[in-house]
Antibody
Framework: QVRLVQSGAEVKKPGASVKVSCKVS????????IHWVRHVPGKGLEWVGG????????IFGQNFQGRVTMTGNKSTDTWYMDLTSLRSEDTAVYYC???????????????????WGQGSLVTVSS | DIQVTQSPSSLSASVGERVTITCRAS??????LNWYQHKPGKAPKLLIY???KLQSGVPSRFSGSASGTEVTLTISSLQPEDCGTYFC?????????FGGGTTVEI
């Protein structure tokens, strides 16, 4: 069974950065590519980007390239998302999710979110 | 970017009723649409992928179908635990995009 456990809530000031972690259990980090998705209060879901720890490939959502860094630590089976230059509009619950290609044992991306973390609330406020 | 339009934005139905939710993509990509259930305070859950394939462990009352640029999520007999928000998502090309969501109330 795949389980993703994310870091806790954060409160940041505008202009600061935040680092959210996502630890996988049940499988090795290398098994999956990971996506980050956010849910802004009162709005829908927005894809932040994806990271493949096997080759370091990253793909980005429209509003995030240049502001987000996605990495993985194989020794601790933990992914990380760094978001910089925070603004109030970044206030959201951030989720990590595995790409379905992992358990389907296919290379590349299937761009479908199979297993999700519990979410990490990031609040940006002065 | 591919836009995904979802309808209705909310619905209320009784236990045992049949419920349908529709998504339309701005391009013809019917098998590259997925459905998720999201309950407050919980992680979203994949229900249907590739338009009509039931994710392992999801009850068989959930089904998906595709026709042209439109996909439909059907709950054949609504249960109390099915309340929540349902989102579709296109997996055809990046940037990945979601429909606006449908809130289902019992």
């Amino acid at each position: 069974q795949v389980r993703l456990v994310q870091s806790g809530a954060e409160v940041k000031k505008p202009g600061a950065s935040v680092k959210v972690s996502c630890k996988v259990s049940g499988y090795s980090l290398s098994k999956f590519s990971i996506h980050w998705v956010r849910h802004v209060p009162g709005k829908g879901l927005e894809w932040v980007g994806g990271f493949d720890p096997k080759n370091g490939e990253t793909i980005f959502g429209q509003n995030f390239q240049g502001r987000v860094t996605m990495t993985g630590n194989k020794s601790t089976d933990t992914w990380y998302m760094d978001l910089t230059s925070l603004r109030s509009e970044d206030t959201a619950v951030y989720y990590c999710a595995t790409d379905r290609a992992g358990l389907a044992a296919v290379s590349g991306w299937l761009l479908t979110f199979e297993f999700w973390g519990q979410g990490s609330l990031v609040t940006v406020s002065s | 970017d591919i836009q995904v339009t979802q309808s209705p934005s909310s619905l209320s139905a009784s236990v045992g009723e049949r419920v349908t939710i529709t998504c339309r993509a701005s391009q013809s990509i019917p098998i590259y649409l997925n459905w998720y259930q999201h309950k407050p305070g919980k992680a979203p859950k994949l229900l249907i992928y590739d338009g009509s394939k039931l994710q392992s462990g999801v009850p068989s009352r959930f089904s998906g179908s595709a026709s042209g640029t439109e996909v439909t999520l059907t709950i054949s007999s609504l249960q109390p635990e099915d309340c929540g928000t349902y989102f579709c998502q296109q997996s055809y090309s990046t940037p990945l995009t979601f429909g606006g969501g449908t809130t289902v109330e019992i």
